[in-house]
């Protein structure tokens, strides 16, 4: 089974309508504008040639690598009287059970947030590094 990260990064960068088919078909555009003569092998193999290909699986991972450091940050940085207060439910109520349920949800939503923050964290770092790759483009002769 995936990690919410990794699966959502995957998704925004290469999934159906993700940044990389995105950068793929603006090529594919700008390509048949400037170079209608290029054939269909030419200008896929100049494609290749610029768009990040070799990060592949990277991006989902660094998405569960940044959730792990935004946690382990999110909970020693914090002062611990405000880390007792959310992230405990000791003194809430007093069914035993019930106090292990809500710390368990309320752990999954902090796990949730952290992993929405670092796809956002990826999703950004992606977009930079395609629009940097396909802004400094050359057409070949």
């Known amino acids: 089974m995936k990690l919410f990260a990794y699966l959502h990064a995957e998704v925004f960068i290469f999934g159906p309508s993700g940044i ?26 100049f494609m290749r040639s610029i768009l990040p ?21 999110f909970y020693y940085l914090l002062p611990s009287s405000f880390i007792a207060m959310t992230l405990h439910y000791r ?27 670092s796809v956002a964290v990826t999703v950004i770092l992606a977009l930079v590094l395609y629009t940097r790759r396909t802004t400094v483009v050359y057409f070949p002769k």
């Not at 088919?21 to 030419?42: F, G, V």
């Not at 290909?53 to 940050?73: M, Q, S």
Request: glycine share 4%.
């Open 20 to 45: 990389d088919i995105r950068y793929r078909l603006a090529m594919a555009e700008e390509i048949q504008k400037t170079k209608p003569d290029m054939s269909k092998e030419e200008s896929g193999e």
């Open 91 to 117: 003194e809430w109520t007093n069914i035993e059970p019930l106090n292990y349920l809500l710390l368990i949800v309320q752990w999954y939503i902090f796990y949730i947030i952290v992993s929405v923050l």
């Open 53 to 73: 290909l070799h990060y592949g699986d990277k991006f989902p991972r660094l998405a569960v690598v940044l959730t792990l450091i935004f946690g382990v940050t």
